[in-house]
């Protein structure tokens, strides 16, 4: 597209979050580094923006530098050297999917006629982010499906799995810098962790149930719900025609190896320290935090601060110690997170 309009320098995609009205930097084409990456804001606290949406139209802001845009990008687009600008809400089926954003670098480069040039690109980045975004939610209401047509009275509630796929995003936007996640790989990992334990639907009641202390053999029976999940997904991926899935691996590395210790004494492959996937180290920590301060049949919720303790106590022997570190240093988002999510039973 930069051979075809030169004073394009950014086309982004900023991708929305229904559940929790957020818009979350997604993935981008910029020349030199883009300046919002690791972001996320309430569509809300945009009016601009939420009146876009409302309205389903495209916006054109001819002058960057003289005109107000949302507040917290002003700065960061401006210091950019961005003159004019294109944003386009994108839908499916009325179902916001996310907002594409062109940047130019000549002031009112996105005419009239320019536009429609531009309108055939525009359909097209559309229509890929639709294509790839909606095989994971396909994928996500068949593991829904497999759990609910299950006898399965699985002690991970829903919210239990919206908590921890949140703490799953803070960990990875934390460490996105120092291990080189994207904000793609970033939304993966949000939208692939509460698939972790989808192999209890093969494990019986009377064990995920229990109350006491499990024997020796019921344990090993219980580590089997790793490999049942891994052959869940490949089934469904398979059954569902999601081969061309993004980042698949990454699903089946959370599945599989969330049971992992970073000391290797884990299971189900005795995997060690970096040995073991970070999207894998990073759901294991965001499960583990929320598993202790919820209730289950066989235990009261632990209070925040003595779930850190154990968290911190457990660090480089359980968990990956930045993970951990970055779980304590955001304690106010995990709170936030606890309400917003609250189990009835939650302490």
Not at 22 to 27: A, G, Q
Not at 78 to 106: C, R, V, W
Not at 210 to 238: P, S, W
């Amino acid at each position: 597209m930069k051979e075809i309009f030169p004073p394009l320098c950014r086309i982004a995609i900023a991708i929305y979050d229904q559940e929790t009205d957020t818009l979350k930097t997604f993935t981008h084409s910029t020349d030199g580094a883009s300046p919002i990456s690791y972001y996320s804001s309430k569509l809300a606290h945009c009016h601009a923006l939420t009146q876009l949406v409302k309205n389903k139209e495209m916006r054109i802001i001819d002058n960057i530098p003289e005109e107000l845009i949302c507040q917290e990008h002003s700065n960061k687009i401006k210091s950019a050297g961005y003159q004019s600008s294109l944003t386009q809400p994108i839908f499916y089926h009325d179902h916001l999917i996310g907002l594409l954003f062109m940047n130019a670098t000549e002031i009112a480069y996105f005419n009239k006629r320019n536009i429609k040039k531009l309108d055939v690109y525009i359909q097209l980045i559309s229509t890929m982010l639709i294509a790839e975004t909606m095989p994971i939610k396909t994928l996500q209401g068949a593991v829904l499906t497999a759990r609910a047509f299950s006898r399965l009275k699985d002690e991970e509630t829903g919210t239990h799995l919206a908590r921890m796929s949140h703490y799953a995003r803070i960990i990875a936007l934390s460490l996105g810098q120092k291990h080189g996640i994207s904000d793609e790989q970033v939304e993966y990992i949000f939208q692939f962790s509460p698939l972790h334990d989808v192999g209890k639907v093969g494990i019986p009641d009377a064990i995920i149930l229990k109350r006491g202390i499990l024997t020796t053999q019921e344990r090993e029976v219980i580590q089997t719900h790793v490999d049942i999940g891994r052959t869940i997904i490949d089934t469904m991926i398979q059954t569902f025609n999601l081969s061309g899935l993004m980042h698949v691996q990454m699903l089946r590395n959370i599945v599989l190896y969330h049971h992992e210790s970073y000391d290797g004494q884990g299971y189900p492959s005795g995997l060690k320290g970096n040995d073991i996937p970070l999207e894998a180290r990073i759901a294991s920590v965001a499960d583990v935090f929320d598993a202790l301060t919820s209730i289950r049949p066989y235990k009261k919720a632990w209070s925040n601060e003595d779930a850190f303790a154990f968290m911190i106590k457990n660090k480089n022997i359980l968990f990956d110690p930045d993970c951990v570190d970055v779980l304590v240093a955001n304690k106010a988002q995990l709170l936030h997170i606890q309400a917003r999510f609250r189990d009835e039973e939650l302490a």
